[in-house]
């Protein structure tokens, strides 16, 4: 498989403990959140006892059956450094010696979001990456016009909002570093999204766009959910990504399916492969987007370490080539964040 995304001439990837030899990355993932501090608990006005009850009760082993289906619990969307860290080993004991584990930590921010809730998060990624072995790429929004200092990706940034796209597209072109995009509502708003990228100067090619299954998600109605892929959205997803050279990420694999399942982990692998025979395999990556708590495997989820446990092998099955296990388990998105190596050389 040729490489959709070649890396400069002298090339590294930024990480929170410094430039890193993509050569070097084993396992990797897109879009992990890996801190996440929880939306302010608001009143208990309207609402049921029970409910509120709930929502302010620690998670348990009692309670995944109703978080696992959606419901609303403000311990559950908290994650700390020590989830953080021990998310973090069981990824690196996946990995399995196959070369240095790395993950993409968007920042994350949603209306009704502390103001301090990422203060501390650099040092905290830092020394989280420190303890676990795992290489941490920082990913944050702009401050003032540009990235902030020590950061790897500008985002994940909002595709509803054209202005703050072409302010993060300035900053990631002059700090030389690609952009990751939220997940978008529609391939519309995607497509808006990705020609003000471009009119700022940032090449399609330095784009991830994180949640591509709720892009080709089916419906029964205009706004109904359906279940599986839409082969129609997809197409017309792939011809976006084949036309600007964009970088597709596959998220949220490892969940529980429920009956609110609508694009499930084997959908994603068809998707993949579908991908391959376009010869766009290249163009994918993959995550676990765990944004609660009681999806790390210390709660009795799938954790960080299901793509590469379980989902890479269950694609081999489905007659996935080893080219296309080694671009979506980690190559790809290394040669995608490889940038312009600093004077001061190249950790491995």
């Not at 109703?66 to 969307?77: I, S, V, Y």
């Not at 993949?272 to 994918?284: D, M, N």
Request: proline share 9%; glycine share 14%; hydrophobic share 45%.
């Amino acid at each position: 498989m040729s490489p959709r995304v070649p890396p400069p001439a002298s090339a590294a990837i930024r990480t929170v403990s410094g430039p890193l030899d993509p050569a070097s990355v084993g396992a990797a993932l897109a879009n992990e959140p890996l801190l996440r501090a929880a939306r302010p608990e608001r009143g208990n006005a309207g609402l049921p006892a029970s409910a509120v009850a709930f929502a302010r009760a620690p998670v348990s082993i009692e309670r995944l059956g109703a978080l696992q289906l959606g419901a609303a619990n403000h311990d559950d969307e908290t994650l700390g450094p020590g989830e953080a860290d021990g998310a973090l080993r069981s990824f690196a004991a996946s990995a399995n010696g196959s070369g240095r584990p790395l993950l993409v930590a968007l920042a994350e921010s949603e209306p009704g979001d502390p103001e301090d809730a990422d203060s501390d998060r650099a040092s905290s990624l830092t020394r989280l990456s420190e303890e676990s072995g795992v290489a941490i790429v920082r990913g944050e929004l702009p401050l003032g016009g540009a990235a902030p200092d020590g950061t790897g990706v500008v985002g994940a940034v909002p595709p509803g909002d054209p202005a703050g796209c072409a302010r993060a597209a300035h900053a990631a072109a002059a700090a030389g570093i690609p952009l990751g995009l939220a997940p978008a509502a529609s391939l519309g708003e995607l497509r808006v999204a990705l020609d003000r990228i471009a009119a700022a100067g940032l090449p399609g090619t330095r784009v991830l766009v994180t949640g591509a299954g709720g892009l080709v998600a089916a419906e029964h109605a205009p706004g109904v959910p359906g279940v599986g892929v839409d082969p129609a959205r997809f197409d017309a997803l792939l011809d976006l990504a084949e036309e600007r050279g964009a970088v597709l990420c596959f998220d949220e694999l490892g969940r529980i399916p429920s009956v609110r399942t609508v694009v499930s982990d084997h959908d994603v692998a068809l998707a993949v492969l579908r991908a391959e025979a376009r010869g766009l395999g290249g163009a994918v990556v993959l995550s676990a987007r765990i944004r609660h708590k009681h999806r790390l495997g210390a709660w009795g989820g799938a954790g960080l370490e299901f793509v590469h446990q379980q989902f890479l092998p269950y694609l081999a099955r489905l007659g996935a080539p080893p080219g296309l296990l080694t671009a979506v388990g980690g190559s790809t998105l290394a040669r995608f964040l490889s940038v312009q190596s600093p004077a001061n050389g190249v950790a491995a």
